[in-house]
């Protein structure tokens, strides 16, 4: 798979061609995701509980969001008093430089990284390796794709693309005393055993949030491995980073959001660890001595200030939407080109990236509600969708200020000019009958080739005869039948 | 910089509210499931949870533990044990020589080379523990240090059955942890474990391949 070519260089048509004719993948993504439906499905038994609870997620959500630059500030106060560091940035550059000056502060030549979407999102990984700084990604996930040069395809197992026999090349191929073999295990000890050495000698741990407490000043992640643990405990600087977004106002609010966190995502009661983390280390305590909180906005304020689209930001990036996701399922997550793929992401990254390099994925989604009904926060992703669509081939009125970046950008007028001519014929009963006639008595002149539609299907040739017309015929005979037997009768 | 790019983030925001009004937590619906379960109920649940991701968990007495440590550590090949001499668990042991004891130091932070290249394993106590989703509560400090239970590649964890609550709610309650937060507070639900290579479960990801329970009874 190393052959791939880079996602941005092609279109997302080209993307989805692409992935849509290699069966490996297609295969590897359909069994994966029956497997995380699966694993969903067995734990939420009771569907009157579960709805419950996503009903209390999706209330904490919103509460939060309802005051998020109140938490915010609470969040930065609570934790300064705690001891940690608060840095603001507004776009992916700013972040990275944060990160940045804080590894030159300390000398720090690497940088043990437990797993983080937002570190994806600015693409930090590159920006320090062009700065002298080494970045080693620790999830083992994420291990994977840095040495395959390779990209997430899904948020929670980000080398879902990848088999068996893949990560024995690579490990074969990159690790010190590993030979080829396709035994799990065994796999993952060399992995371990490679990572130990790397968090024993690292400057600097960066990791992302799953949830920010504005109460009391906590930074809690959640994980199953212990790479966020070993990034956040050994070396003597840890760094998290995260969107304004995933803060909370109260420590009750946690318990629900992590069990439908946990259980969305890969059907468990609880992750291995939950780790909050509400200071640095106190006097002959061990972990680090310093802990920064780099916040990122990055487009977040754009769906902020629109009620409907605000919605976006209550996402717990469990992925539910996009294991549960007919397209996703067939695509993978590489051909929607953007960090987070599926359903949310075709929702939130126009607002990271703007319409005009997202203008396709609000329409790449078959509306069939899945992603809805499955979401822990009921995050209404169908009318997003949309909303999104519809905010992609709208004219604003006039003194309208756009709600999003790249507004219009689907825009065209030959569209516009065929819907308006739709909507007249379909609202004038004689133009539509004048129409329905000419369509059946022409049929004889359709097109056998038509652009787009007849590459995979059959031309649409009109019937001979209209519906309209049939139950005419139809209701004629019947009424005729009906005399028939009036007058047998008489 | 950040400080700018602080204010112009909280004004968008602020801007960004409009007409929508904050809610409050008498807004919130829905509900969380709620348990009245007895303690016997409480330590069943608590060991199915635990034994369903592969934690070992062993019933044991306040006076019989020393010798169950002994005989696991036996049975599993493991020599050299972390402990901590100012705990419950280091003052029981400290008389019982056939275990190769190594105690945290003074300064936790001088073991660290020997704590990833020479230790077996360890015993740590638990603050307390969850039923729902069998769960050890642990806050980590300088006797017992947050490496204790992450670097050596078995942990075993010294858990009294009174201190099991039904759910995390329920133990944040109790303990009242909103009023303080200790630096770093822990749940550990089973041994490290990763599903990254094909969706194929391996255990001892980055930390203990191993969680070995010792449930002292009431």
Same mark, same amino acid.
């Given at each position: 798979?190393?052959? =791939?070519?880079?996602?941005?260089?092609?279109?997302?048509?080209?993307?989805?061609?692409?992935?849509?004719?290699?069966?490996?993948?297609?295969?590897?993504?359909?069994?994966?995701?029956?497997?995380?439906?699966?694993?969903?499905?067995?734990?939420?038994?009771?569907?009157?509980?579960? #709805?419950?609870?996503?009903?209390?997620?999706?209330?904490? =959500?919103?509460?939060?969001?309802?005051?998020?630059?109140?938490?915010?500030? #609470?969040?930065?106060?609570?934790?300064?008093?705690?001891?940690?560091?608060?840095?603001?940035?507004?776009?992916?550059?700013?972040?990275?430089?944060?990160?940045?000056?804080?590894?030159?502060?300390? $000398?720090?030549?690497?940088?043990?990284? /437990?797993?983080?979407?937002?570190?994806?999102?600015?693409?930090?990984?590159?920006?320090?390796?062009?700065? $002298?700084?080494?970045?080693?990604?620790?999830?083992?996930?994420?291990?994977?794709?840095?040495?395959?040069?390779?990209?997430?395809?899904?948020?929670?197992?980000?080398?879902?693309?990848?088999t068996k026999e893949d990560i024995a090349r690579l490990f074969e191929q990159n690790l010190d005393d590993c030979e080829y073999t396709e035994d799990v295990d065994t796999l993952i000890q060399s992995a371990r055993k490679e990572l130990r050495r790397r968090f024993h000698a690292a400057d600097i741990g960066l990791t992302g949030v799953n949830f920010m407490v504005a109460e009391t000043g906590s930074l809690v992640l959640v994980e199953n491995e212990g790479n966020g643990r070993m990034a956040t405990t050994v070396p003597k600087v840890h760094i998290a980073m995260t969107g304004i977004e995933k803060v909370i106002e109260r420590l009750d609010d946690l318990p629900p959001l992590l069990t439908l966190l946990t259980n969305s995502a890969t059907g468990q009661p609880v992750t291995t660890y939950v780790n909050?983390?509400?200071?640095?280390?106190?006097?002959?305590?061990?972990?680090?001595?310093? &802990?920064?909180?780099?916040?990122?906005?990055?487009?977040?304020?754009?769906?902020?200030?629109?009620?409907?689209?605000?919605?976006?930001?209550?996402?717990?990036?469990?992925?539910?939407?996009?294991?549960?996701?007919?397209?996703y399922t067939r695509l993978g997550g590489h051909a929607y080109g953007t960090t987070y793929p599926g359903p949310i992401g075709s929702i939130l990254s126009p607002h990271l990236l703007g319409l005009e390099e997202t203008k396709d994925l609000p329409s790449a989604s078959s509306l069939c509600g899945a992603c809805g009904e499955v979401c822990p926060v009921r995050i209404p992703i169908p009318d997003l969708?949309?909303?999104?669509?519809?905010? /992609?081939?709208?004219?604003?009125?006039?003194?309208?200020?756009?709600?999003?970046?790249?507004?219009?950008?689907?825009?065209?007028?030959?569209?516009?000019?065929?819907?308006?001519?739709?909507?007249?014929?379909?609202?004038?009963?004689?133009?539509?009958?004048?129409?329905?006639?000419?369509?059946?008595?022409?049929? /004889?002149?359709?097109?056998?080739?038509?652009? $787009? @539609?007849?590459?995979?299907?059959?031309?649409?040739?009109?019937?001979?005869?209209?519906?309209?017309?049939? &139950?005419?015929?139809?209701?004629?005979?019947?009424?005729?039948?009906?005399?028939? #037997?009036?007058?047998?009768?008489? | 910089?950040?400080?700018?790019? =602080?204010?112009?983030?909280?004004?968008?925001?602020?801007?960004?509210? /409009?007409?929508?009004?904050?809610?409050?937590?008498?807004?919130?619906?829905?509900? &969380?499931?709620?348990?009245? @379960?007895?303690?016997?109920?409480?330590?069943?649940?608590?060991?199915?949870?635990?034994?369903?991701?592969?934690?070992?968990?062993?019933?044991?007495?306040?006076?019989?533990?020393?010798?169950?440590?002994?005989?696991?550590?036996?049975?599993?090949?493991?020599?050299?044990?972390?402990?901590?001499?100012?705990?419950?668990?280091?003052?029981?042991?400290?008389?019982?020589?056939?275990?190769?004891?190594?105690?945290?130091?003074?300064?936790?932070?001088?073991?660290?080379?020997?704590?990833?290249?020479?230790?077996?394993?360890?015993?740590?106590?638990?603050?307390?523990?969850?039923?729902?989703?069998?769960?050890?509560?642990?806050?980590?400090?300088?006797?017992?240090?947050?490496?204790?239970?992450?670097?050596?590649?078995?942990?075993?964890?010294?858990?009294?059955?009174?201190?099991?609550?039904?759910?995390?709610?329920?133990?944040?309650?109790?303990?009242?942890?909103?009023?303080?937060?200790?630096?770093?507070?822990?749940?550990?639900?089973?041994?490290?474990?990763?599903?990254?290579?094909?969706?194929?479960?391996?255990?001892?990801?980055?930390?203990?391949?191993?969680?070995?329970?010792?449930?002292?009874?009431?």
């Open positions: 798979m190393s052959e =791939r070519i880079p996602l941005h260089n092609l279109s997302f048509k080209e993307r989805v061609d692409r992935d849509l004719n290699d069966p490996a993948l297609r295969h590897n993504f359909r069994e994966a995701m029956d497997f995380l439906m699966d694993k969903r499905k067995g734990r939420f038994t009771d569907d009157h509980q579960l #709805q419950l609870l996503r009903d209390r997620g999706s209330s904490i =959500r919103k509460r939060a969001l309802s005051k998020l630059p109140d938490l915010l500030e #609470q969040l930065e106060s609570k934790l300064r008093e705690n001891g940690i560091r608060v840095h603001w940035a507004e776009t992916p550059e700013e972040a990275n430089s944060i990160v940045l000056d804080i590894a030159r502060h300390h $000398g720090a030549k690497t940088m043990i990284k /437990g797993k983080s979407m937002v570190s994806e999102e600015t693409e930090l990984n590159e920006f320090l390796e062009h700065n $002298g700084v080494e970045a080693i990604e620790a999830d083992m996930g994420e291990f994977i794709l840095q040495l395959a040069e390779d990209k997430p395809s899904h948020i929670v197992m980000p080398a879902i693309h990848k909050m983390i509400s200071s640095p280390r106190k006097q002959d305590e061990d972990g680090p001595e310093e &802990v920064h909180l780099v916040l990122l906005d990055n487009g977040r304020t754009i769906p902020y200030a629109d009620e409907e689209m605000r919605q976006t930001l209550q996402c717990i990036r469990c992925a539910a939407c996009m294991n549960h996701c007919p397209v969708l949309r909303r999104l669509r519809h905010e /992609g081939v709208r004219k604003l009125k006039k003194d309208e200020a756009p709600v999003i970046r790249g507004h219009g950008a689907k825009y065209t007028h030959t569209e516009k000019a065929a819907w308006l001519s739709w909507s007249k014929l379909y609202s004038s009963p004689a133009m539509y009958r004048t129409f329905a006639l000419s369509a059946t008595l022409l049929r /004889g002149l359709t097109p056998s080739k038509m652009k $787009g @539609w007849t590459d995979y299907r059959t031309s649409p040739k009109p019937a001979k005869k209209s519906l309209h017309s049939l &139950v005419k015929q139809y209701r004629k005979q019947q009424d005729q039948y009906s005399e028939k #037997q009036a007058g047998d009768k008489g | 910089m950040s400080i700018d790019a =602080r204010n112009r983030i909280l004004s968008r925001l602020r801007a960004g509210i /409009g007409d929508s009004k904050p809610r409050t937590t008498a807004d919130d619906c829905g509900d &969380v499931a709620h348990y009245d @379960w007895s303690q016997e109920e409480k330590v069943r649940h608590f060991t199915d949870a635990m034994t369903a991701v592969k934690t070992e968990v062993h019933q044991t007495t306040a006076s019989h533990w020393p010798v169950l440590l002994q005989l696991l550590l036996r049975e599993k090949q493991l020599k050299k044990l972390l402990v901590s001499p100012a705990r419950e668990t280091g003052q029981a042991l400290q008389h019982v020589d056939e275990i190769d004891q190594v105690s945290i130091p003074e300064n936790p932070r001088d073991l660290k080379d020997e704590l990833f290249f020479d230790i077996d394993a360890s015993l740590t106590t638990c603050r307390g523990a969850i039923a729902e989703t069998g769960s050890l509560v642990l806050w980590p400090d300088h006797e017992e240090p947050r490496a204790m239970s992450l670097v050596p590649p078995v942990h075993f964890a010294l858990l009294r059955a009174s201190d099991i609550h039904n759910t995390l709610t329920d133990v944040m309650k109790a303990e009242g942890w909103a009023d303080g937060m200790p630096t770093n507070a822990l749940l550990i639900s089973g041994p490290s474990k990763t599903a990254d290579i094909a969706r194929i479960l391996a255990y001892g990801a980055h930390g203990p391949r191993e969680l070995i329970v010792l449930l002292i009874a009431n």
